[in-house]
């Protein structure tokens, strides 16, 4: 199983008419433990979803998606929301409500004593992992469980919500500390350091962190894995007529999770992985998010849809 850990928000998209919007289930987190499900691996997601209508209709999603919901949380504030409009090529743009809201509150007993059977890894990132003050709650809860168990972090910046590079350096750089594998587009890492190039990023990380993985996904022109034993895999990325982008990058990172779990790379600690398994592990999350880019919103695919593309 992998444990999710994150938020699980409504995302209101424009609608077909004029001033009017879709509530549609969000957020990162929530849309890799959909990805995941959807693919066939094992995923229990912990997030506190509000008792609100939004809320119940989060949880109604996670649960017909084959979500394992046994560790989330039942929170009174209200649901977390995030507008969303369209810039060029259908990359989303997104405005968030989120003071007071339930997906931040964490408290450290609501975090679980124990992990399900069979946990093979633990996946963090987006808002969650930066925003206090559930952010530090669960940042140590992590920590302590890093040497038993492989961690994931999806860097994921929001610069719409927290627009300062310097805060964003100091809330990821923990969480850089304790990861074995962490994914970040190339907006992200230009954004965080801006004049870079994102491999040389992804190397001084490994460098200063001890990563065993970065993986960088670069939109149109494929992802690349920059590994601490030294090797670079890339792969381009599957062409296809894209709808928009919503929830591409959730779906890659489920999809790679999905191909190491199955390859049983994620035994052991660190995660022990070879060039080849990399390669067919990218191959598949590259072709996962293809699939997500051509359905309006984050429609993961199934494991059989992306088999049938991948041949």
Same mark, same amino acid.
């Given at each position: 199983?992998?444990?999710?850990?994150?938020?699980?928000?409504?995302?209101?998209?424009?609608?077909?008419?004029?001033?009017?919007?879709?509530?549609?289930?969000?957020?990162?987190?929530?849309?890799?433990?959909?990805?995941?499900?959807?693919?066939?691996?094992?995923?229990?997601?912990?997030?506190?979803?509000?008792?609100?209508?939004?809320?119940?209709?989060?949880?109604?999603?996670?649960?017909?998606?084959?979500?394992?919901?046994?560790?989330?949380?039942?929170?009174?504030?209200?649901?977390?929301?995030?507008?969303?409009?369209?810039?060029?090529?259908?990359?989303?743009?997104?405005?968030?409500?989120?003071?007071?809201?339930?997906?931040?509150?964490?408290?450290?007993?609501?975090?679980?004593?124990?992990?399900?059977?069979?946990?093979?890894?633990?996946?963090?990132?987006?808002?969650?992992?930066?925003?206090?003050?559930?952010?530090?709650?669960?940042?140590?809860?992590?920590?302590?469980?890093?040497?038993?168990?492989?961690?994931?972090?999806?860097?994921?910046?929001?610069?719409?919500?927290?627009?300062?590079?310097?805060?964003?350096?100091?809330?990821?750089?923990?969480?850089?500390?304790?990861?074995?594998?962490?994914?970040?587009?190339?907006?992200?890492?230009?954004?965080?350091?801006?004049?870079?190039?994102?491999?040389?990023? &992804?190397? /001084?990380?490994?460098? #200063?962190? %001890?990563?065993?993985?970065?993986? !960088? =996904?670069?939109?149109?022109? @494929? $992802?690349?894995?920059?590994?601490?034993?030294?090797?670079?895999?890339?792969?381009?990325?599957?062409?296809?007529?894209?709808?928009?982008?919503?929830?591409?990058?959730?779906?890659?990172?489920?999809?790679?999770?999905?191909?190491?779990?199955?390859?049983?790379?994620?035994?052991?600690?660190?995660?022990?992985?070879?060039?080849? &398994?990399? /390669?067919?592990?990218? #191959?598949? %999350?590259?072709?996962?998010?293809? !699939? =997500?880019?051509?359905?309006? @919103? $984050?429609?993961?695919?199934?494991?059989?849809?992306?088999?049938?593309?991948?041949?």
């Amino acid at each position: 199983m992998i444990v999710v850990f994150g938020e699980a928000l409504i995302d209101l998209v424009p609608a077909d008419g004029p001033d009017q919007w879709r509530a549609m289930p969000g957020g990162g987190p929530a849309n890799t433990a959909v990805a995941l499900a959807r693919l066939g691996t094992p995923v229990a997601l912990a997030c506190r979803l509000s008792n609100d209508a939004f809320g119940r209709r989060l949880r109604r999603h996670l649960e017909e998606n084959g979500v394992d919901l046994s560790l989330a949380v039942s929170a009174t504030e209200p649901s977390s929301l995030a507008v969303l409009g369209f810039a060029g090529q259908g990359v989303p743009d997104f405005r968030f409500y989120v003071q007071g809201t339930a997906d931040w509150q964490w408290t450290a007993h609501e975090l679980p004593e124990r992990l399900p059977p069979a946990t093979r890894a633990l996946h963090f990132g987006t808002l969650a992992s930066v925003l206090p003050p559930g952010a530090e709650v669960l940042l140590a809860w992590a920590t302590g469980h890093a040497h038993a168990t492989v961690i994931t972090y999806d860097v994921n910046v929001r610069p719409s919500l927290l627009p300062d590079r310097r805060t964003y350096h100091d809330r990821i750089d923990a969480w850089l500390r304790i990861a074995h594998v962490v994914k970040a587009s190339s907006d992200d890492l230009r954004w965080l350091h801006p004049g870079r190039d994102p491999f040389d990023v &992804a190397r /001084d990380w490994i460098d #200063r962190y %001890g990563n065993r993985l970065i993986l !960088i =996904t670069f939109g149109a022109r @494929g $992802a690349t894995a920059v590994s601490a034993d030294g090797f670079p895999v890339h792969v381009p990325s599957v062409p296809v007529d894209v709808v928009d982008t919503v929830g591409a990058g959730d779906t890659f990172t489920a999809g790679v999770l999905h191909s190491l779990f199955a390859q049983n790379t994620l035994n052991v600690v660190p995660p022990a992985v070879s060039t080849s &398994a990399m /390669d067919r592990a990218l #191959r598949f %999350g590259s072709a996962a998010a293809a !699939i =997500t880019c051509t359905r309006p @919103g $984050a429609q993961p695919p199934t494991a059989a849809a992306v088999t049938e593309l991948l041949a």
